[in-house]
C-alpha cells in the first residue's frame, strides 16, 4: 500500500510545489507594488524627511525586484534630489562616456571575430523553390525567404529602441548627477542624448495624437477674461531645467577650451584671464571642475612669473582635492624655483606616499568614474624619479641652502627696486591672500557632499596662513636690503658732497696764492707822467685788469663787458672822465 500511495504523492508534488512558487511570486510582487506606490506619495510632498523615508522603501522594493524600472528611476531620483550625487553616479556608471570608452577599447579586441560572422550570416539567403531559372518566367518573381540573421538583428534593434525609450531617464539623471560632480564633459554628452531621445519620443507618440489634442482649450476665447491666467506661472519643467544646466555647461567649457588654448600657444595673460572668469564668475561651478580649474590657472601663473599667486592656486586645488596629483608636483616646483626646500620637500613627500597607496590598493584614488590626470602604468616610473629629486633636494639642505631663500621672486620685483615698488607688490599681495578672506572662494563652491565644506575652509584657512608668513618675512627681508641699500647710497652721496667742497677749498686757495692781496691794492698813475715811470704804469694797470678780471667772474655779461672795454682804453692811454648813468649798469 505504501509502494501504492508513493506515485501518487510523487505526481502531486510538482504541482503543489508550483503553485506554493506561484503563491509567493504574486505575493512578493504586490509587496513590491505597494512599496512603490507608498515611495511615490511620499516623493510627491517634495520634502526631505519624506524623500528619505521612500528612498528606504524603494531599496526594500530592489531588494526583492533588482530589475524593476519604475524603482531604480524612482530611487535615482531620490538620490538626485538629496544631493548623493556620488551614490548616483556608483548606480548608474555603467552609462557613463568615458567608462564605456574605456570598456570598448578593451573589448573591441575580443568582439572582432563575432562581427565577422554575424556580416556573414546577414549575407546568407535561402530561396523556398528550386534555383532553376528554366522553369520560371521573366514576369515571375524568385520567392526568397528573410534572412534569420536580418530579423534577429532588427528584432534586437527594436528591444534596444524599447529599453532606450523606458530607460531614457538614466541620461537626464545621470548627466545632472555628472555635472554637480565636475565631470562637464560627460554630462554635457549625456543631456544632449537624454534631450535627443525625449524628442525623438514625443514626436513618434505625436503622429497617433488626434486633432483634438492641439486644440485652443487651454486659451480663453475672445469674450472671456482672462486677467486670472496671466497671475498663475507655470512651474519649470524638466525639460526646461535640463536645457539651463547644459546652457551653463556649455559656457564653462567654451572658457576652458578658450583658456587652454591660450595657454598653449603661450598667451599666459589670455589664459589667466579666461580662467578667471570661471573661477571668480557669479554663478558658482562644481567642486571638481574647480579644482581642474584651479591647476590650470597655476601653471599659467607659474610661466608668467607670478609665484605667490601660482602657490596661492595650488592651495585652493588641494584644499578642494587633497588628492590632486598635478596640485601638488606643480606646488613642490614652485618651492624649488624659490629655493623654498624644506616646503618643497614636505611637497615630495606627500606624493610620495600618494603613490606607495595607489600601488598599494592597485587603482588610482577616488572612484571608478573619477577623472584621473595619471595612468596607473606611469606610477612606478614617477616613483623612481620622485625618491631621485627627494635625495638631491636632501643634499642641498645637508648644504646649507635652506636660508636663502629668494623673495624677489615671492613677490614678483626685480633685485635693486625701490621702496615705492615693494610696498605696492606687498599691498597687493596682502588684499590678495588675506587670510581672512582665504576661504571666500568656497561660496562659490558647488560641492558634491556638503559635509566636506568645514574641511575645505578649515585646510584652506591653514595653507594661505603658512603663504601670508612667508610673503611676511619676504616683505622684511627685502625692506631691511632696500633700507640698507639706501644708507649706503645716503652715506656715498655725503662723501662726494665733503669731498667737492674740499676740492672747492684748494682750488680757492690756489687762486689767492697766484694773486697776492698787495699786487691788488695798486692804484694807477696818471698817463702824463714821465716816460721813466710808463713801464710802471702799463705794469699796475695789467695786474688791476687781472685783478678786475677775477672779480668779474661772479658778474653778469654786461659788466664783464664793460671791464674789458675799460681795459682797453687805459691801454691806448685815454684819460678822460666818461658820464655813465647808473641805471645801465644793472645786470
Known sequence: MVDCCNPLMAVASPSL???????????????????????????ATHEQSEIGAALGLLEAALSVAPRMEAALEMKARCLLYLRRFKEVADMLQEHIPSLKMAISDDSSSSSASSDNSSTQLSRERVKLLSSGGDSLGEDEPAFRCFSVSDLKRKVMAGLCNNVEKEGQWRYSVLG???????????????????????????????????????????????????????????????????????????????????????????????????????????????QGFLSECYVHRASAYRSAGRIAEAIADCNRALALDTSSIDALTIRATLFETIRCLPDSLHDLEHLKLLYNSILRDRKLPGPVWKRQQVQYREIPGKLCSLATKMQQLKQRVAGGETGNVDYYALIGLRRGCSRSELERAHLLLMLKHKPDKSSSFVDRCEFADDKDVDSVRDRAKMSSLLLYRLIQKGYTNVMSVILDEEATEKERKKTAAAAVAMQAAVSVQQVHEVVPPSAARVEPTPVAAAGNSSRIDNKSTRVEATTQTQASVFQGVFCRDLAVVGNLLSQTGFNRPIPLKYEALSC
Open 17 to 43: 510545489a508550483g503553485g506554493e512558487k506561484k503563491h509567493w511570486w504574486l505575493t512578493n510582487r504586490k509587496m513590491v507594488e505597494r512599496y512603490v506606490r507608498e515611495a511615490k506619495m511620499l516623493i
Open 176 to 286: 545632472q548627477a555628472c555635472c554637480h560632480l565636475g565631470l562637464m564633459e560627460e554630462a554635457m554628452v549625456l543631456l544632449q542624448t537624454g534631450k535627443r531621445l525625449a524628442t525623438a519620443a514625443f514626436r513618434r507618440e505625436s503622429i497617433s495624437f488626434s486633432d483634438d489634442i492641439f486644440s485652443f482649450n487651454k486659451f480663453p476665447h475672445s469674450g472671456e477674461n482672462f486677467t486670472n491666467n496671466q497671475t498663475q506661472t507655470p512651474p519649470k519643467s524638466e525639460s526646461e531645467s535640463i536645457s539651463h544646466l547644459l546652457c551653463h555647461i556649455k559656457l564653462l567649457l567654451r572658457r576652458k577650451t578658450a583658456a587652454l588654448a591660450a595657454l598653449d600657444a603661450g598667451l599666459y595673460s589670455e589664459a589667466i584671464r579666461h580662467f578667471s572668469k570661471i573661477l571668480d564668475g557669479r554663478r558658482g561651478a562644481p
